[in-house]
């Protein structure tokens, strides 16, 4: 007999407009995942997920998984990286 799932808890940001409120969102912490773009204006994703794991305490670190549109001006064929 297949038991029934229970549901999830999730809390959600949506839209956090720059990368250094998202860094300060994940200093507060209660996220399991991170969803980050990688071109953003003023600080781009690879360096908020830099400066969002020199935060962490050596604990669990929680996923950053970093997506992209390429939909800025003079965007070129990305590298994708791993923090």
Excluded: F, W
Aim: net charge positive.
């Amino acid at each position: 007999m297949a038991r029934a799932r229970q549901p999830v808890p999730v809390r959600v940001a949506i839209s956090i407009p720059q990368c250094d409120n998202a860094v300060t969102a994940a200093a507060r912490g209660g996220y399991d995942l991170i969803l980050m773009d990688s071109q953003m204006p003023e600080m781009d994703g690879l360096e908020a997920a830099q400066r969002i794991r020199a935060a962490e305490d050596g604990g669990v670190r929680i996923p950053i998984v970093a997506l992209t549109a390429h939909a800025m001006s003079g965007a070129s064929g990305g590298k994708a990286r791993s923090t």
